[in-house]
């Protein structure tokens, strides 16, 4: 009877922990599907359209093969709850942009749309970006040209193929966000 309380203490302990790691593989024989494992739970995702890639270059629609860390998560604080996770958090506003031109000194980093930069929105009219998970893919350093906003989001309904990024359901990632922190590896291939 001990040992079984000491089991459930135990892994009570361990659902409060950010995850170690988290796998994302593709699918077999869709390349543009894959399975993300973390926490004994395996879940679908897309992937992106040039399936999973060693050598990730701006706008091959291909998502980066290699281990990152999850930096922020970005959410709309309008459509939704904040959601419970050990990562830094940040509220989406109207004026938030990732910058993916190779040109600029910004590459690869959020920017503030104005007349001066330009991005793709955060904010968009579906869902897809309702919760960003920011990884650190061409971060430090960032390097022109080797890819740019490489994120864990929402799926489309149908499951169709990024631009580059992991997406996922909206429940898998409600559940997946109480288990991730700045320390988790993200695996990819």
């Known amino acids: ?33 894959g399975w993300l494992t973390a926490g004994g739970q395996t879940i679908p995702v897309a992937l992106g359209r040039g399936g999973i890639i060693a050598n990730k270059r701006e706008g091959d629609g ?9 930096r922020r998560l970005w959410w709309r604080a309008d459509r939704h709850p904040r959601p419970h996770t050990f990562l830094p958090i940040r509220a989406i ?15 690869n980093q959020p920017v503030r749309l104005d007349r001066d930069h330009g991005g793709d ?4 009219g579906d869902h897809l970006y309702d919760f960003i998970i ?5 971060s430090r350093p960032r390097v022109a040209g080797l890819g740019s906003a490489v994120f864990l989001h929402l799926a489309r309904e149908n499951f169709s193929p990024t631009a580059g990024c992991v997406s ?6 409600l559940r997946l966000l109480p288990r991730l922190g700045p320390q988790t590896r993200i695996v990819i291939g």
Not at 93 to 107: F, G, K, L
Not at 121 to 124: E, F, G, I, M, S
Not at 168 to 173: G, I, V, W
């Open 168 to 173: 996922m359901t909206k429940s898998a990632m």
């Open 134 to 138: 920011e990884i650190d893919h061409n």
């Open 121 to 124: 929105r955060l904010q968009r």
């Open 62 to 70: 291909g998502t980066p093969k290699g281990t990152f860390r999850p």
């Open 1 to 33: 009877m001990e040992t079984s309380g000491i089991s459930t203490a135990y892994s009570t302990n361990l659902r409060d922990r950010p995850l170690s790691v988290m796998r994302i593989r593709p699918a077999a024989g869709a390349p543009c599907r």
């Open 93 to 107: 506003r109207p004026e938030d942009a990732w910058c993916e031109d190779p040109d600029s000194r910004h590459y």
